[in-house]
């Protein structure tokens, strides 16, 4: 191919064929992600001196009925020769493997680069490519390289520059030609296009495999090759072991919940204190008080609210990474394949569902390593039932309130409860994923296989890339969504159907009250605005449906405000309760001491705080996971029958809860 | 050909049951009548079965597993 007609270049490979890593390697960070139209299936497109370079899902065949393979398939059968080309990376250590489907691309005389991958490997176990015959058999470019150092980079780069792509011979092409009595006709196209007859598949599988075997044993040279998989199969006779593999697995899956909540936790205190200190800038800076209040109390903490999680982003997806290119996600998805199973999920739910412990935006980030649409759609589902860090806040404090500290010797009462938080979190989890396994109403695929990769080292590039755009599109896409709430909640806590004059009335008959009563604490002019706010308003409406859970309106305001994010609750409450601290000892005894002004007994029992933990167990109080849910399965309607289907579990369990204790 | 504790054991698929789509998802993973392979290692509480098909690594089910007929190459 000459000239300089060629505008896009697509890079086509089998699944762990080091194809993405070679696509980094020319992009780096200059490339865009985006969806394919109307599915979740990641788009990769990159500029290389003026040519667009397409990075295609991984593809076994071009006979594959799985959504992410169809994408590569169309698009291969849809490329112009004139102004396409394809670079093809195949695993040299598994040669004929990755030539079936690149003799069926061939076959459609598509200018191509054969690239052959992991040359370091190739040498390590001793296998020869004579690539002078290689290429005479095949006719196009081919390039031994490493992907994963760059090592041969530059003569890919020469092909890319120079556009000396060539349409390779044919393997099995002319067997589709037909003779209409005066011409011949090729149909390979026609019959890989539409041609959905098993036999036909089989057939032409076969006839492939022959020539290909005959191909790879003239120019290949294994007479002192050593199998490329011994390692792995020494390896997984112990990473797969029933005991030593499941000790090693669970350390791994304690080192990575470990470190994506407490690694994270020094960044995300950093971040909350600067956006605190920007907020107060900004309140002491701005001399128009809505605009200084806009800006201090609902953009900045909007804003704050999102890259806070930027730090349990970037080190889960690291973390997934490493485990990911190393080839041990793949052992994780191995073990734990048995027991997810009967829940109606598999091995590969595993990581999501851990990670939702730290958080669930990266857990449901992380459901597109799940290829099931189905199963992906039921761990997106049910994942925010297991207990996010976000509730850590809410639960100390509410079983503090109901469990006086030391309480229960060394069994630690206060620490027994939070286990069984966590635990009833999983439980829920397991239990939803089965629920919504057999009703949804979404295909699944019916059959199930995984490659088990060898061990390498990990790719650096690879994962800081994938970190970068991971965090990068979180920003972007859930960012709009949860600033554009925070504004909203903000409007309604700072705007009152009242004016100044009455408010501040309010607060003068509160404070003679609390002097008369010679109370130690005084109720806030901040305290009195939230009552009197839309906000304070909205949580009087909704005390008639939250009374039988034992809530009051204060109770009302908080569970509102916390719709924003859960830890949210423990600010709310207090200032609610004007307590100008949200110092965890302070609340608690605030909490202690309220009263019920009807009963005279405490507002917040044990039935009230017990009903109040079992909804904050199941209610989906976190705007930045709607919105995550909502980029990730495209669906509106998904997002509200998630919050309402938890909302009504939260509800139902709150009430029982409470009638069963008070 | 019970899959457990076969481990290392080579064999030659020599029937596929199972409908069309199973056995287009299997070829699809070069797992087609005649195919080559060897059993590598399986834990016992897994129902998975880990293969070498064509110099890969592969796990499939147990109960898709027992859908193949295969005979040892001795």
Redesign the interface.
Known sequence: MGGNQLKDVIFVGKPNSGKSSLFNQLTGLNQKVGNYAGVTVEKKTGNYKGLNLIDLPGL??L???TPEELISKKKILSMESENSAIVYVANG?????SL?LFSQIADLQIPMVLVINFKDELAKNKIEINLNSFKERLGCPILLMNSKSGDGIEYLKAVLEGQTFNSPNTFCRSQYDTFDGSSYQNNYKEQITENTD?KF??ED??ARLRVISSVVKDSVNTDNAID??NR??SW??IL???IF?LLIFLFVLFVVFQAVFSLSSYPMDWIDAGMANLSNLAKNNISVPWLSDLISDAIIPGIGGVIIFIPQIAILFFLLGLLEHSGYLSRIS??S??FL?RFGLS?HSIIPLMSSWACSIPAIMSTRIIADPKERLTVIFASPLMTCSARLPVYTILIAVIFPSGAGGIWGVQGLALLSLYLLGIVATLVVSYIVNKNLKVESN?????????FRMPNWNNIFINVYQKTKSFVVQAGKIILGISIVLWLLASFSPHNENFKEEKFQVFQKISQKENSNFEMSKEAVDLEYSYLGYMGKIIEPAIRPLGYDWKIGIALLSSFAAREVFVGTLASIYSIGSEDENTIVERLRNEKNPETGKPRYDFATAVSLLLFYVFALQCMSTLAIVKKETGSTRLMLIQFLFMLVLAYVFAFAGYHLLK | MSAKNKENIEGIIVKINGT???????????I???TPFKM?????????I?L?V????????KE?FNKIEWEAIS
Do not use: C
């Not at chain 1, 250590?93 to 493997?97: A, E, K, V």
């Open positions: 076994h065949s006979d594959t009925n250590t598994q040669l004929i493997d079936l098993l598949w089989e599988y076969k490329p998989l792995a199969r997984d006779k797969l072991h029933p593999g191995f073990l394949d048995s199973k091995g019916p059959f199930w296989a995984m490659e088990l990769p060898v | 069309d789509a199973f056995k287009a998802f299997l070829l699809a993973h070069n087609t009548i005649g590598n290692y399986s834990p016992s509480f897994s129902q998975l880990n070498t064509l110099g890969k690594m592969i796990s499939i089910r898709q």
